[in-house]
T-cell receptor, first 114, second 108 residues
Framework: EPEVTQTPSHQVTQMGQEVILRCVPISNHLYFYWYRQILGQKVEFLVSFYNNEISEKSEIFDDQFSVERPDGSNFTLKIRSTKLEDSAMYFC????????????FGPGTRLTVL | SQQGEEDPQALSIQEGENATMNCSYKTSINNLQWYRQNSGRGLVHLILIRSNEREKHSGRLRVTLDTSKKSSSLLITASRAADTASYFCFYGNNRLAFGKGNQVVVIP
């Protein structure tokens, strides 16, 4: 069964460094998403992406965040200058037809900022 | 942004019992979805119910939707230890978020 994959599973970085989290959505899906979950808290929406552009973003998704689909398979989340409070689990998801369609989530990348 | 809100619950039940959890939301929806998250793991989609449906079954799962009350319930019948997880509702909207989740512990 097709699935969303994410790499790395765990990323440790120093405060102020840039990180890129990678996702490979399900191949025939057209909508892509990033969420984050701070330890012990709820899952929060960051951004949705369709047709090579951001379709929606939350207040969390400020100028230090960016997303890109550099090729036909990868979908990346870049954090330019990490802060301690960026430490969280980051989930990528994709859906086939629309943002209201079932979303399939990857296993997540745990980001630890020291 | 609006989001699905579960009645915050921490359920602890014996294996074989049923587990029921509820969710309320605030706006119109296209559909409502339930997801499960095992501790420290990713989110797994369980079931989607569309706004014109009132009840849906999938295996041991039963979901109801009452659009007049803007609420949904998820019933897990004959629970198993492997059902121990957090359960989130999430409704179809392009501002997407989850509630805090219902923690369910099934005791063998």
């Amino acid at each position: 069964e097709p699935e969303v994959t994410q790499t790395p599973s765990h990323q440790v970085t120093q405060m102020g460094q840039e990180v890129i989290l990678r996702c490979v959505p399900i191949s025939n899906h057209l909508y892509f998403y990033w969420y984050r979950q701070i330890l012990g808290q709820k899952v929060e929406f960051l951004v949705s992406f369709y047709n090579n552009e951001i379709s929606e973003k939350s207040e969390i998704f400020d100028d230090q965040f960016s997303v890109e689909r550099p090729d036909g398979s990868n979908f990346t989340l870049k954090i330019r200058s990490t802060k301690l409070e960026d430490s969280a689990m980051y989930f990528c998801a994709s859906s086939e037809a629309a943002e209201t369609d079932t979303q399939y989530f990857g296993p997540g990348t745990r980001l630890t900022v020291l | 942004s609006q989001q699905g809100e579960e009645d915050p619950q921490a359920l602890s039940i014996q294996e074989g019992e049923n587990a029921t959890m509820n969710c309320s939301y605030k706006t119109s929806i296209n559909n409502l979805q339930w997801y499960r998250q095992n501790s420290g793991r990713g989110l797994v989609h369980l079931i989607l119910i569309r706004s014109n449906e009132r009840e849906k079954h999938s295996g041991r799962l039963r979901v109801t939707l009452d659009t007049s009350k803007k609420s949904s319930s998820l019933l897990i019948t004959a629970s198993r230890a492997a059902d121990t997880a957090s359960y989130f509702c999430f409704y179809g909207n392009n501002r997407l978020a989850f509630g805090k989740g219902n923690q369910v512990v099934v005791i063998p």
